[in-house]
């Protein structure tokens, strides 16, 4: 029998001291996280949680080294984050980003680039199936912030701020990446991948829970779902969305076909 570990991430909040005074306060993300861990548990996974100053980039990877450590071929990890996003300058010697940006979470002390994501779901045993879920923002830096909607929130680290960061911080993040490219050497880990909406978009927080985490809740319906595969579970959350924001489904390396055929969630 199939092993599936999960592991859920949600920042209501990020350490300002680590963030030139900035916050990033959000109402839903830790709501996001709980209700992720509670469809993850009904689903048969064993599941961990991580809660805003638990959100660090020592206790994140330390929970997906462990979950590496466990699971073999066959087996599942199921990955969700609910936070701001942010992005910070690609190396000029680097052309794995067209838009010469690496995306990032945005954890308590400090940002998490996409290719560390990588990096960490690559020490999986080959055939161990890897998903995930991103409730935050990944837009382009010269995008305005949208006006609130409904008093919610874009979960967007704000642009100033993550230029500011980047500028005090320039030779620890391209120190990162000359690692991570000496690394992983173009290597993609197998992964399937559902973000919150597309690079120039804008992931919103709400009262209760994130937009795009509340819909697929919805379209889940506490496993009430009769769709097939994840393509079909993306369509139908994306169909409940606003044209302001609109899920993207997209995998890395190479994900079986069967896989992606299976009903969502199955361990």
Same mark, same amino acid.
């Given at each position: 029998?199939a092993t599936?570990?999960s592991?859920?991430?949600?920042?209501?909040? !990020?350490?300002?001291?680590?963030?030139g005074?900035?916050?990033? *306060?959000?109402?839903?993300?830790?709501?996001?996280?709980r209700?992720?861990a509670?469809?993850?548990?009904? *689903?048969?996974?064993?599941? #961990?949680?991580?809660? #805003?100053?638990?959100?660090?980039?020592?206790?994140?990877?330390?929970?997906?080294? &462990?979950?590496?450590?466990?699971?073999?071929?066959?087996?599942? +990890?199921?990955f969700? $984050?609910s936070?701001?996003?942010?992005?910070?300058p690609?190396?000029?010697d680097?052309?794995?980003?067209?838009?010469? +940006?690496?995306? /990032?979470?945005?954890f $308590?002390?400090?940002?998490f680039?996409?290719?560390? +994501?990588?990096?960490?779901f690559?020490r999986f045993?080959?055939g !161990?199936?890897?998903? *995930?879920f991103l409730?935050?923002?990944?837009?382009?830096? *010269?995008?305005?912030? %949208?006006a &609130?909607? &409904?008093?919610?929130?874009?979960?967007?680290?704000? !642009?100033?701020?993550?230029?500011?960061? $980047?500028?005090?911080?320039?030779?620890?993040?391209?120190g990162?990446?000359?690692?991570?490219?000496?690394?992983?050497?173009?290597?993609?880990?197998?992964?399937? +991948?559902i973000?919150a909406?597309?690079?120039?978009?804008f992931?919103? @927080?709400? %009262?209760?829970?994130?937009k795009f #985490?509340? /819909?697929l809740l919805?379209?889940w319906?506490?496993?009430g779902?009769?769709?097939?595969? $994840?393509?079909?579970?993306?369509? @139908?959350i994306?169909?409940?969305?606003p044209?302001?924001?609109?899920?993207?489904?997209?995998? #890395?390396?190479?994900?079986?076909?069967?896989?992606?055929a299976?009903?969502?969630f199955?361990?």
């Amino acid at each position: 029998m199939a092993t599936g570990l999960s592991l859920h991430v949600g920042l209501n909040s !990020v350490d300002a001291d680590q963030y030139g005074g900035w916050d990033g *306060a959000l109402s839903a993300c830790e709501n996001d996280a709980r209700d992720m861990a509670r469809l993850a548990r009904a *689903a048969g996974f064993d599941d #961990t949680s991580l809660f #805003t100053a638990d959100g660090t980039v020592e206790n994140v990877t330390a929970a997906l080294r &462990e979950a590496a450590g466990k699971l073999k071929s066959g087996d599942i +990890l199921l990955f969700s $984050y609910s936070g701001h996003g942010g992005q910070v300058p690609n190396r000029k010697d680097s052309d794995d980003e067209s838009d010469d +940006l690496d995306e /990032t979470l945005v954890f $308590y002390d400090r940002e998490f680039l996409d290719d560390e +994501l990588n990096r960490e779901f690559a020490r999986f045993a080959d055939g !161990v199936r890897i998903l *995930a879920f991103l409730d935050s923002c990944h837009s382009g830096s *010269a995008v305005e912030l %949208p006006a &609130e909607d &409904e008093g919610n929130t874009p979960r967007l680290m704000p !642009v100033h701020k993550q230029r500011e960061i $980047y500028e005090r911080d320039k030779e620890f993040f391209q120190g990162l990446q000359r690692e991570l490219r000496a690394d992983q050497d173009g290597t993609k880990a197998d992964a399937l +991948l559902i973000a919150a909406c597309q690079d120039d978009q804008f992931a919103m @927080d709400g %009262p209760v829970n994130g937009k795009f #985490t509340g /819909t697929l809740l919805k379209v889940w319906q506490d496993g009430g779902f009769s769709g097939d595969g $994840y393509r079909a579970f993306h369509q @139908d959350i994306a169909r409940r969305m606003p044209a302001s924001q609109s899920p993207n489904l997209y995998v #890395t390396g190479r994900p079986g076909e069967d896989f992606l055929a299976q009903r969502p969630f199955t361990v």
